[in-house]
């Protein structure tokens, strides 16, 4: 059997991330002064330094709480709202470091949801939500010291076609026929836009006349939606990475800088595009339950704790995985418990994800504002880092944890069962044994010193978050690859080539019935261990684990994203002193592929 010996810290998120390797998309913050101008842009803070945060429209107006869209569907966006929601911001959240003032999809759209557009095929605000028109909008919010977002699906809307006629502003020649295919394809997750044929020169024209027209009216930030591969759509009509990349090329010319997020559902298969043309990209569908709440915990919140571990690696600064929008503020409105608020506001802090909220901030409860403003808890997700990931299995209950620059670690515990339960966070998950001091974020307590673990008692839906500081040493372990020749495959597992993996190839084919049993890991001392195994899945999987032939333990893994990504993660199995198996199952469903397990030389 290969295995080897060595010290690790095996939380993964202890990768470096380079402020100074930022995205493509990052340059467009310091454009170039516009051609015929002697202007010198104003040295700015990069796009997309640390996760934005904010408020958008789109939670009310999706929502049918009542009395919010007393007009009809959408019917809360209106610029009053809009103006109203920022007077709010800047008097509450500004200080705590929320500046953008999001207005989502309908801008352009009457009551009836009718669209209005210029002469130029371009989306202009519709006269009664907006009547002082998209550019004072702006100004006002400028004025309070924050920042404008705007809104638009990704192609051509149906209704700027105008059979082809309409010209493209400041170019000379092009028309909205030339833009798109003979064929009017459409695209987008509603199939609401001909998609857009960027192999002609007046293609990207179109969006740098929608780009202009922004940076015109001073917008800060472009919500592009609709975006494939992604969006609940696939095939080369729903391939809008030329779109992405058009609307980057368009900005970095536009004069102003802006910040392009993309939406929604985005595949992680062309996670370097995202990367590489935009500053951020929801990794989830709508966290908005479209229903008398703004969200409930099963549509959508607690999705993400099964999709958001795939992304971790990807998020730093330049671009970030949104998980969209944390709805904590609001109390009865919200749609969730006190401890699921707490857990929602939790996660969306250790990942990273950019914070903007869809509450109504003009009625913002005691324990909301509370969530919103916590400087420790907004600190863990604006400072450098890496996001936190799951250290253990995507079980009922979970530990998630980061490294932070300092040293320290950014702990939580979920508890994600529909009872209370307890969760415990071993210290071995985190690299270190023997003792750690503890700091109580969320109840500004510290607990003091525990010695190689901390146990809490949770609610359902409930979490604890940690700083913990390590006082104790680094574990040793011993690696052993699933592959290797004195270890024993049943049914139809089998080996398979992987050039993430650390010895080149896995053990696949883990199916039906398909299982791998590890021999020969030999431990000095019995008891309970937080074996660390590394795995590849497309998707999510359960995967049943033994030792030493005894009762099995189902374990659910999260997705790594795709067929070539290794993640890891610590289970806990017994081992007696001397030799052990540890046996990987899949039972009668698919398990994910395993690569290697780790095994501390001594507890």
């Known amino acids: 059997m290969r295995s080897s010996s060595y010290s690790v810290m095996p939380v993964r998120a202890l990768r470096t991330v380079v402020v100074l390797a930022l995205t493509a998309a990052v340059t467009a913050a310091v454009p170039a002064a516009r051609a015929g101008t002697t202007e010198t842009p104003a040295v700015t803070t990069p796009v997309a330094a640390k996760p934005y945060m904010g408020w958008t429209s789109w939670t009310m107006q999706s929502s049918k709480y009542p009395g919010l869209n007393p007009k009809g569907d959408y019917s809360y966006l209106s610029e009053a709202n809009v103006i109203k929601q920022a007077d709010a911001m800047a008097a509450k959240l500004k200080k705590y470091g929320y500046e953008y003032v999001n207005i989502d999809a309908g801008w352009w759209m009457d009551w009836s949801w009718t669209p209005r557009f210029d002469e130029y095929g371009r989306q202009q605000a519709d006269p009664k939500r907006f009547p002082s028109g998209m550019k004072a909008v702006a100004d006002r919010i400028h004025a309070k010291g924050l920042k404008a977002g705007i809104y638009l699906p990704v192609g051509l809307e149906k209704g700027a076609y105008n059979d082809g006629g309409n010209p493209i502003w400041n170019a000379e020649g092009c028309t909205t026929g030339d833009i798109v295919y003979d064929d009017l394809r459409t695209t987008n997750g509603w199939d609401s836009a001909y998609k857009i044929d960027f192999s002609d020169p007046c293609a990207q024209k179109y969006i740098d006349s929608q780009a202009r027209m922004f940076a015109d009216w001073g917008y800060d930030f472009l919500k592009l939606d609709g975006v494939g591969p992604g969006s609940f759509k696939s095939g080369d009509n729903y391939d809008n990475v030329a779109d992405v990349a058009a609307w980057q090329k368009a900005i970095r ?351």
């Open 253 to 603: 010319s536009a004069g102003r800088p802006i910040h392009l997020e993309l939406s929604w559902s985005l595949a992680y298969s062309h996670v370097e595009d995202w990367k590489k043309y935009s500053n951020g990209w929801r990794i989830d569908t709508d966290v908005e339950c479209y229903c008398n709440t703004l969200v409930t915990w099963e549509n959508s919140v607690d999705d993400r704790w099964d999709d958001a571990p795939a992304w971790t690696a990807h998020a730093g600064p330049g671009g970030w995985n949104d998980l969209d929008s944390l709805n904590v503020g609001n109390g009865e409105m919200d749609g969730l418990t006190k401890a699921e608020r707490q857990s929602y506001a939790t996660l969306w802090a250790i990942a990273k994800s950019p914070l903007y909220t869809g509450d109504d901030l003009t009625r913002l409860d005691s324990y909301g504002l509370r969530l919103l403003t916590d400087r420790e808890v907004i600190a863990i997700n604006q400072r450098g880092g890496p996001p936190a990931e799951p250290v253990t299995a995507s079980d009922p209950q979970q530990v998630w944890a980061a490294k932070n620059p300092d040293g320290t670690y950014t702990v939580a515990l979920f508890n994600l069962a529909d009872a209370p339960a307890s969760v415990t966070a071993d210290w071995s998950t985190l690299g270190f044994g023997g003792r750690a001091s503890v700091r109580d974020v969320w109840n500004k307590e510290n607990l003091g010193t525990y010695t190689d673990k901390i146990t809490q008692a949770l609610p359902a839906h409930g979490s604890r978050l940690f700083t913990v500081t390590a006082r104790g040493t680094d574990l040793a372990w011993t690696a052993h690859e699933a592959e290797a020749g004195t270890n024993t495959l049943s049914g139809n597992a089998s080996v398979a080539d992987c050039a993430a993996c650390s010895g080149g190839r896995k053990i696949g084919n883990l199916y039906t019935g398909g299982k791998v049993t590890v021999n020969d890991i030999v431990v000095a001392r019995a008891g309970t261990y937080q074996i660390k195994v590394a795995y590849v899945s497309g998707d999510s999987r359960t995967v049943l684990v033994s030792a030493n032939a005894g009762g099995a333990t189902s374990h659910k893994f999260a997705s790594t994203g795709d067929w070539s990504t290794v993640n890891s993660v610590h289970v806990p199995v017994k081992l007696k002193a001397g030799a052990n198996t540890i046996t990987f199952d899949s039972g009668t469903g698919y398990a994910p592929d395993i690569d290697r397990v780790d095994v501390q030389t001594s507890l």
